[in-house]
């Protein structure tokens, strides 16, 4: 395989902050020399471990572009013992445009790894942070939310993963990280993640869901940056103490019965709240046809007992959309 097309105007080796980019070469109608430009910040102080903190790998998840960007216009060297890298926007045309996937090839990043280095621009992108970026790393920390078409309860996560040692690493960064719901999830398609890639290569990981329906809040950006500085802690980079919730619920999800998704199309009725309990069977969901009146609507029903953890956030709906996620309520964590 060819070496990545892209290139760093930063020094991974060098003491200090610096802030530069990535440079992928591209050439289209309106650039023919042209490149895509990644923002990335790296902070380093002598020896120490590696933590990679990413997010914009959706274009329209506000809450960690924002918290990144703050973190590193703030981070100082004297803070940090190792090296914080920081890419505020993975996929940066479509953090550009305000969209979950690129404008340039409609790629979504987080559907293209581990990546190629022969292919669109978001294939090139996600090989660079498979054979690049991840090995330099010893911690990751991905920061999502849901977007313009999801509202999620802020949650942190891990995965299940055949390395018991590493998941007891991971689901203690999803702890730490001190959003109030922290949960071990289950992914409807892991394959192709950034997360896989990462786990794979024996990386701690923690994502997280942060808020969605397309813009930020005072408490979703609060909840963000606190869980950036717990996460350096977390990883030993810098030092202070965590800053947990008093309580926090820790929740499961063990397979795909958690995604209610719509058989239909139609107008969406929610009669869940999110963060509300559901019990099996209780309707969560109609779905109004439009072609007619005077039709009786489609009713959902919770496939188990359990917490309403993300739900959909535009009204219209059509077939295959994920209406809610239920999660099992495990126990609460006491600080």
Known sequence: MRPSPISATVDFDADGVQHGFLKLPVSHDESAWGAVMIPITVVKNGEGPTALLTGGNHGDEYEGITALLKLARRLTVDEVQGRVIIVPMMNQPAAQAGRRTSPMDRGNLNRSFPGDPDGGPTKQIADYFTRVLVPMCDYALDLHSGGRTLDILPFA????????????????????????????????????????????????????????????????????????????????????????????????????????????????????????????????????????????PVEYRASRDGLILARRFPARVEMGDTLVVIGEMVTSLER
């Open 157 to 296: 996560a891990a995965h299940r993963l055949d390395d018991l040692a590493l998941e007891r690493q991971s689901l203690k960064g999803a702890i730490d990280f001190g959003a109030s719901t922290a949960i071990m999830m289950y992914e409807l398609d892991a394959a192709a993640l950034y997360d896989t890639v990462v786990e794979n290569q024996g990386k701690v990981l923690v994502t997280t869901e942060l808020g969605g329906g397309g813009t930020s809040t005072p408490a979703s950006i609060e909840i963000s940056e606190r869980g950036v500085r717990n996460f350096l802690i977390f990883a030993g980079i810098t030092q202070g103490d965590i800053q947990r919730p008093a309580r926090q619920q820790y929740v499961e999800m063990p397979d795909a019965s958690c995604y209610v998704q719509s058989e239909h199309s139609g107008l969406l009725e929610m009669t869940c709240a999110l963060g509300g309990v559901v019990r099996e069977g209780e309707v969560v969901a109609r779905i109004w046809g439009i072609t007619r009146t005077g039709a009786e």
